[in-house]
């Protein structure tokens, strides 16, 4: 399974972006998809996660402003952030799980600066 992250970019404080992520398969029997993110010098963390019931898992530090979703029928998983702060600037990774293995994305780049 293949993963591609889009959406990331140079965003100013305040403002809002929307990532995807695309799966080159159907994400229907994956348990959990989710987002982490890894800024420099910092160890890779969960953003949030949603599983295939429905149920969805927030980093206290983003819960409020940012959402998770999925489209089955698109194989993607999308991040909306809003509110973005210069402490969310981080490389995105999206993750699955399912049939006992991890996949992982090559990440997307946000920036949050005036």
């Known amino acids: 399974v293949q993963l591609v992250e889009s959406g990331g970019g140079l965003v100013q404080p305040g403002g809002s972006l929307r990532l995807s992520c695309a799966a080159s398969?159907?994400?229907?029997?994956?348990?959990?998809m989710g987002w982490y993110r890894q800024a420099p010098g910092n160890q890779r963390e969960l953003v949030a996660d949603?599983?295939?019931?429905?149920?969805?898992n927030y980093a206290n530090s983003v819960k409020g402003r940012f959402t998770i979703s999925r489209d089955n029928a698109k194989n993607t998983v999308y991040l909306q952030m809003n509110s973005l702060k210069p402490e969310d600037a981080a490389v995105y990774y999206c993750?699955?799980?399912?049939?006992?293995?991890?996949?992982w994305g090559q990440g997307t780049q946000v920036t949050v600066s005036s």
């Open positions: 993750n699955a799980k399912g049939y006992g293995i991890t996949y």
């Open positions: 398969r159907s994400i229907f029997n994956f348990n959990v």
């Open positions: 949603l599983t295939s019931g429905g149920s969805t």
